[in-house]
């Protein structure tokens, strides 16, 4: 890879700083962002350009209140009616957009949330993402677990009751190949019930090898659909290239995957163009892969090391409800995350609303859910996280929470047959 050479590297050598500058300083010393890397499969999908065509259009600020009260009015949420309560002129009628969204999640989901924990197996990165924790010039303790490790800390987040799992890495090949990530499929297909990848977009038949290895459904975080701005806060690696991530949802789909995840990292760019983007991706998607089970997380960025070099744009609470009850409105049947970014108070709330799924026992370190999880400390080496969360509560007080809400916490409801 093409800056191997710094991944393990606690501190930077002249040569590798002076080129972490120079891709920071001249955007003419950086790789286009849109053109493909050798052995990335093109798929030619209509998708990308349905999206965009729709996102770079969209004119939040001509919205009235007259717009927002026919959308709300309607039966069915059509794309104008979805742009209307994005738009500022909807936050007037939050709390009839919440009433709402409330309506459509009893509707299709009852009165279930359900939960799930990541699992972090290794941070090493080749990207330089400069809003990331893992990225490849941060001086983070970086570590991959081997599968005995993997397997125990599989062991401990069983034990606690949890069937569904989250497994993570850094994006790199290198150091968490294919293979590697799906050795430790098989782990969690011994242990879980559903079990769910986060990590660099593969091509088509590395996802069906993923699939056969016992993944179920893919995340991946398109991060902002603005490929602009995407530029300038993806400096060197494989993300680079947003078209190759964009379209790997529908390569997974392709691939077997029973189901696919889409976010945008709210702060990043225009929240509600992104918002938008997320939501028209799984929609557009949703017509021409009608069996596939999609679902939208809902993440704000959240402090995170070297944060100093970006700006982020501010996404209040009050934003971020009016996001997922739009969401809930203009796609009911589909399944919403809300991160443990979120606090405690705000997660509660926004599952008896809108949110479907939440995670619990959560941490975003590796190695290090035996301590966490048992009160055990131990001497193990642990890897450092990729960012700060709010809600770290654990499994068993998250199950405990959502059903003094009221709600039924579910942990799988899958057969296999």
Same mark, same amino acid.
């Given at each position: 890879?093409?800056?191997?050479?710094?991944?393990?590297?606690?501190?930077?050598?002249?040569?590798?700083?002076?080129?972490?500058?120079?891709?920071?300083?001249?955007?003419?010393?950086?790789?286009?962002?849109?053109?493909?890397?050798?052995?990335?499969?093109?798929?030619?999908?209509?998708?990308?350009?349905?999206?965009?065509?729709?996102?770079?259009?969209?004119?939040?600020?001509?919205?009235?209140?007259?717009?927002? !009260?026919?959308? $709300?009015?309607? &039966?069915?949420?059509?794309? %104008?009616?979805?742009?209307?309560?994005? =738009?500022?002129?909807? +936050?007037?009628?939050?709390?009839?957009?919440?009433?709402?969204?409330?309506?459509?999640?009893?509707?299709?989901?009852?009165?279930?949330?359900?939960?799930?924990?990541?699992?972090?197996?290794?941070?090493?990165?080749?990207?330089?993402?400069?809003?990331?924790?893992?990225?490849?010039?941060?001086?983070?303790? !970086?570590?991959? $677990?081997?599968? &005995?490790?993997?397997?125990? %800390?599989?062991?401990?987040?069983?034990? =606690?009751?949890?069937? +569904?799992?989250?497994?993570?890495?850094?994006?790199?090949?290198?150091?968490?190949?294919?293979?590697?990530?799906?050795?430790?499929?098989?782990?969690?297909?011994?242990?879980?019930?559903?079990?769910?990848?986060?990590?660099?977009?593969?091509?088509?038949?590395?996802?069906?090898?993923?699939?056969?290895?016992?993944?179920?459904?893919?995340?991946?975080?398109?991060?902002?659909?603005?490929?602009?701005?995407?530029?300038?806060?993806?400096?060197?690696?494989?993300?680079?290239?947003?078209?190759?991530?964009?379209?790997?949802?529908?390569?997974?789909?392709?691939?077997?995957?029973?189901?696919?995840?889409?976010?945008?990292?709210?702060?990043?760019?225009?929240?509600?163009?992104?918002?938008?983007?997320?939501?028209?991706?799984?929609?557009?998607?949703?017509?021409?892969?009608?069996?596939?089970?999609?679902?939208?997380?809902?993440?704000?960025?959240?402090?995170?090391?070297?944060?100093?070099?970006?700006?982020?744009?501010?996404?209040?609470?009050?934003?971020?409800?009016?996001?997922?009850?739009?969401?809930?409105?203009?796609?009911?049947?589909?399944?919403?995350?809300?991160?443990?970014?979120?606090?405690?108070?705000?997660?509660?709330?926004?599952?008896?609303?809108?949110?479907?799924?939440?995670?619990?026992?959560?941490?975003?370190?590796?190695?290090?859910?035996?301590?966490?999880?048992?009160?055990?400390?131990?001497?193990?080496?642990?890897?450092?996280?990729?960012?700060?969360?709010?809600?770290?509560?654990?499994?068993?007080?998250?199950?405990?929470?959502?059903?003094?809400?009221?709600?039924?916490?579910?942990?799988?409801?899958?057969?296999?047959?």
């Amino acid at each position: 890879m093409e800056n191997q050479f710094f991944v393990d590297s606690q501190y930077l050598t002249p040569a590798a700083l002076e080129k972490k500058h120079r891709l920071e300083t001249d955007p003419s010393s950086r790789k286009n962002h849109m053109e493909y890397l050798p052995g990335m499969e093109i798929i030619e999908s209509d998708v990308c350009r349905q999206v965009l065509t729709q996102m770079e259009s969209f004119d939040y600020s001509v919205y009235t209140a007259r717009d927002v !009260r026919t959308a $709300l009015d309607h &039966e069915t949420c059509s794309v %104008e009616d979805f742009k209307a309560l994005l =738009s500022p002129a909807a +936050e007037p009628f939050l709390e009839e957009m919440a009433q709402k969204a409330r309506l459509e999640t009893s509707k299709h989901f009852g009165n279930t949330v359900y939960l799930f924990t990541p699992l972090y197996i290794a941070n090493y990165c080749e990207n330089y993402c400069v809003y990331c924790g893992f990225n490849c010039y941060n001086h983070i303790s !970086r570590m991959k $677990l081997n599968m &005995e490790q993997i397997e125990h %800390e599989m062991q401990v987040i069983a034990d =606690s009751g949890m069937e +569904e799992i989250l497994i993570l890495t850094g994006e790199s090949r290198g150091q968490s190949d294919v293979q590697y990530i799906g050795e430790a499929c098989k782990l969690a297909r011994k242990y879980f019930r559903m079990v769910g990848l986060e990590i660099y977009p593969v091509n088509t038949d590395e996802y069906r090898y993923l699939h056969e290895c016992g993944a179920d459904y893919v995340t991946v975080f398109q991060e902002t659909y603005d490929a602009d701005k995407y530029e300038t806060l993806h400096l060197l690696g494989h993300k680079r290239v947003w078209p190759y991530r964009f379209d790997a949802q529908e390569r997974a789909l392709r691939g077997g995957m029973r189901g696919v995840a889409f976010s945008a990292l709210l702060g990043l760019s225009d929240f509600r163009k992104d918002a938008l983007a997320s939501a028209l991706h799984v929609y557009y998607l949703q017509r021409k892969y009608p069996h596939a089970e999609m679902s939208l997380s809902c993440p704000r960025l959240r402090p995170i090391i070297n944060n100093d070099k970006i700006n982020p744009l501010d996404v209040g609470e009050k934003q971020l409800c009016q996001i997922l009850c739009a969401y809930r409105i203009f796609l009911p049947f589909v399944g919403i995350t809300v991160s443990s970014r979120e606090s405690a108070a705000f997660r509660n709330g926004i599952v008896k609303i809108a949110a479907t799924k939440v995670s619990a026992g959560v941490s975003t370190g590796i190695g290090d859910h035996e301590s966490k999880y048992t009160g055990k400390e131990d001497d193990a080496v642990k890897g450092d996280e990729q960012f700060e969360i709010d809600d770290d509560r654990s499994f068993e007080t998250m199950y405990k929470d959502m059903s003094g809400e009221g709600l039924q916490p579910v942990l799988n409801d899958y057969v296999y047959v």
